[in-house]
C-alpha cells in the first residue's frame, strides 16, 4: 500500500502527516508516542494532504466546526469504536475515560479505553486531547501533557 507523507508546522511544533488513498491515516506530533519512524517507502507529496492542512489551520486559528477529511486509521474493532467516540465530543468540551467507556457500552473498560485513546494516530482532527481524568485533571496525551493543555486552553477561546 503506498504511503503519502507530509509535514504541517502548527503553533505546537511541527506535525508529520501520513495518508493512504483511501484516506488520512495519521497527524503526529514529533515526539509524540507511538510516531511512526521515517519510512523509505513513503512518498513526501503535498498534493494529497490539502484537506487535512486546511483541517489543521481552521483548527489553530480558532474555528470550532472542522471539517474533517476521510480517514483510513488502523486499529483494531475496539479503538475504531473509542475513536469514533472521541469524534463526538465538541470542540471546548471534555469528557472523562469512564464516559468514553460508557458511550461505547463497556463501562468496564475504563483501563482500554485509556490505551486506545493514547493509540489515536489522528491527533487533534480526531480529538483524544478532550478527554480528561474523572476529577478534570490532565492526565497522559501521547504529544504531551503541556500539549494537551494548550489545546484544551484554545479550544475554550474558541466559544
Not at 488502523?74 to 465530543?89: A, D, H, P, S
Amino acid at each position: 500500500m503506498k504511503i503519502n507523507a507530509s509535514t504541517f508546522q502548527s503553533p505546537l511544533g511541527e506535525m508529520l502527516l501520513l495518508a493512504s488513498e483511501s484516506g488520512l491515516k495519521g497527524v503526529y506530533f514529533q515526539g509524540q508516542r507511538y510516531c511512526p519512524e521515517s519510512d523509505s517507502a513513503w512518498q513526501w507529496d503535498e498534493a494529497p494532504f490539502s484537506a487535512t492542512k486546511h483541517a489543521l489551520e481552521a483548527y489553530f486559528t480558532g474555528e470550532t466546526e472542522v471539517v474533517i477529511p476521510p480517514l483510513d486509521s488502523q486499529g483494531t474493532r475496539f479503538q475504531q469504536q473509542v475513536w469514533q467516540e472521541l469524534r463526538k465530543i465538541p470542540s471546548g468540551r471534555t469528557c472523562s475515560y469512564a464516559d468514553i467507556a460508557r458511550g461505547i457500552g463497556n463501562p468496564k473498560a475504563v483501563r482500554a479505553v485509556g490505551a486506545a485513546i493514547g493509540r489515536n494516530p489522528v491527533s487533534i482532527l480526531v480529538p483524544c486531547h478532550r478527554v480528561v481524568g474523572t476529577n478534570g485533571g490532565l492526565t497522559g496525551y501521547a504529544g504531551g501533557v503541556d500539549r494537551k493543555s494548550w489545546l484544551l486552553a484554545h479550544e475554550g477561546k474558541c466559544r
